[in-house]
């Protein structure tokens, strides 16, 4: 009986562990030792760490359409499916030599991987992690294969993706995973460098390394084939030093405008998102990486490349005034919002360690320890378009 | 040991039962039977159905922040929070006599209540159900007491709702719940008798039954007051028949454009929301009740009151024509979009089932037999403002 006992208790406390709804859940990746923190927003609390899960540098995460199950992509082509519920490793796959970002499609059965080496999109099952499609970036006469960046997710179980050497989108249509239709733009502008789509899945917009200016596809109207928006935009003839490229995935929309990280220039510029021509300029502190909108569209959060990492500043989207600075420590890589906005997650990653801020008060709610943090990434993701 | 077994099978049982991701759930109202089924939008299944939930006519759901919960609201002043991984009632409490709606604060510990008798809202701990606050909606000389409608979540744990009788908007601040302040907005207009918030936590319009037009805050401006605009909106001058009054927090948004029911006319109105004034109408089958737009704002999907309540139009918001017609039954009351719209669900009361359709094929997927369906809601409105 007394066996018995222990045995049930033993039931107990797993059973225990592992009942509990997944809305309020997220992941910290910790880029040094291969590990990510399963978290929660409720009590801003670490539930758990995740080991043994390869090279995380530039890692990000999509979520399974139950927010049970986290998909972690790795630079080093690993692809692991972590179950929030008891933190173990479902499946795991070492799929490339070199990859960068993934998607989930609409319908949440699908994950697919961008690929360095060899060039390429594959596709797997989002249950199994089998291999459903694979998808080369080949070009050019000599069928060369190309980087693939800014892969994104798009209604109709579309994948869209942009072909670094090669110059083109594709729009990658797993509507039947048995067929895979690929539609490509060719000549889209020289070196696209990363993409984003709009959270309606509507735009899909790639930055261009090669030149000034930024791709534009309007998936709506895709016959009207892509076109080049924002001249001002990109590296351009100034060549000033640019010490980290902003991140694209990270533009804030508020209203019509886009706050988007100006190139090397101490500035964010606002896009007016009806015509896609440039509405302003607001000085900030250095060289801006994610410029990110709380939920409601009322603040735009930006952090900063070196020497100025140490920095976030906080734009109010309607007077278009700095309103607050922070200086959480060094390295304040990411910023991950809680789904409707009251407080946010912030990656500092030479103090070890993530905060949590209220965005009314600005005061520090939390601070939990964590192994050279970067990407955070909360469940809220799974039901959203284009993450 | 045998009778170890037995119980350590039990606990098996369930806990397999409790464990899994709370994201791809929803709640079916059953309007004639008192209960509630718990559905999953992964395979389309019905889990579990929750009785004993008194009178659920006119019932409407919010859902914690970690999606465990669902708070249902009852047209008798009943106040359920069922608990979705179990199927238990987790706490109840009738907590007055007739009731309309309710909402949960930002951060998720708060559940507001709009009452008709005894006129107001009280406020209530996500938590235990205890209670908070009890703001009485008082007004005149007299200090009578008014229905409350459109009571709604905004950013800084505001709710904000609309006194019938009165014709006032009230903001109630629980940022501080030991303190509720409420700020009045008098002479708003005559008898508003629904209201909505847009999805940003900016806008809140109330639609006038007394007068025509409608009265719009602007939650970043208040200073600025109540302002009446969309004089032609409303019963006005015409005194045209209305079989049901069209649901406010159905407004769809595309766009600039946001796609509202006329009242008592077999139109779909498109407003700009860039100044608040019509911008053309669109033929429909009948009296619009609810316009909803699919997450990506691509198709809007319309129903109606009687005799035309057996059908379902859908439009699609670049070319604004009617691009395809369902008839799925007799008493089609509700809609709700899965969080990345490829499937929409919709009751079918007079048929006793609901129905699961595929929104780009227009290919009707599931049915799940259930008693006189009404309200559908998913988990994913847990990370949203304002529903």
Redesign the interface.
Known sequence: ?KR?LL??AL??S??TL????????GVLIERASSSVQIV???NNTSLKRVAGLGDLSHASVV???????AYVFGRDGGLSKVD???GSIAARRLQSGNSIGGAIS???RLIAVSNYDPGGVRVFDAHSLEPVADIPATYGDDRARSKVIGLVDA???RFVFALWDAGEIWVLDM?DRDRPQVTRYRNIGRQPYDALITG???YYIAGLFGEDGMALLDL?NPDRGVRRILSGYGRGEQKLPVYKMPHLEGWAV?G?YAFVPAIGRHEVLLIDM?NWTEAGRIAVHGQPIFVMAR????QVWVNFALPDNDTIEVIDT?SLEIVHRLRPGKGVLHMEFE????EVWLSVRDENRVEVYDT?SFERKAAIPASKPSGIFF??R????GL
């Open positions: 009986m018995c045995f049930v039931l107990i797993a059973s592992q009942a509990r709804g997944t809305g309020d859940l929660e927003t409720s979520y399974s359409r139950d927010a049970r199950y929030l519920l008891d609409q319908d949440g209604p109709d179980d509507s309606d899945g509507r709506w508020a019509n009806q939920p409601d569209g009322r309607q789904p409707r906005g009251e009314r469940t809220a799974a039901h959203r378009i």
